[in-house]
């Protein structure tokens, strides 16, 4: 079973994010968490077994009292020592060029994901992952 971490500080989000997987069929096992450091210590902890990390991490870029830049940080330091590392979408309702930009300097992160998330945008970036889509992109809903 395909396992996904999602750090986003808005229990909301959480649930839409559950639901919408749960929705269309998804065989994915889903975590939800606003601890970033949490995330670290399991990425840490179980770095040489593959069956304890997750697939993908979702990470809201924004939220209060945590710094994801900080996360991005520690998190591409561990990378490469990971026996299957995760691959990192960002989530935010904003899009800044400047963030997109400095995303890009961060080979864990696959996609820049504009919110709200969607049925539609997840199912392009399983499809997207199961293709091994390698290039950076920005994913969002088209209206």
């Known amino acids: 079973m395909n396992k996904l ?4 500080d808005c229990q909301l989000d959480q649930f839409i994010l559950k639901k919408i997987l749960s929705r269309f069929g998804s065989s994915y096992e ?3 968490t606003a601890s ?3 995330v670290i210590a399991v990425l840490s902890q179980n770095r ?9 991490i979702l990470l809201d870029i ?3 009292g945590f710094d994801s830049w900080d996360f991005l940080d520690k998190m ?4 490469q020592t990971l026996a299957s590392p995760p691959e990192v979408y960002i989530l935010s309702a904003s899009k800044y060029p400047a963030d997109i930009e400095r995303l890009k300097r961060y080979s864990c992160v696959k996609a820049f994901i504009l919110k709200p998330i969607t049925k539609e945008v997840l199912q392009k970036l399983i ?3 199961e ?4 290039q950076f992109s920005t994913l969002e809903a088209q209206n």
Not at 5 to 8: A, R
């Open 36 to 38: 970033g450091n949490e």
């Open 30 to 32: 889903v975590k939800c």
């Open 48 to 56: 040489l077994d593959k069956d304890k990390l997750p697939d993908i």
């Open 131 to 134: 293709s091994r889509f390698t």
């Open 5 to 8: 971490t999602y750090l986003d």
């Open 62 to 64: 924004y939220m209060p």
């Open 127 to 129: 499809r997207q992952r």
């Open 76 to 79: 591409q330091s561990l990378y």
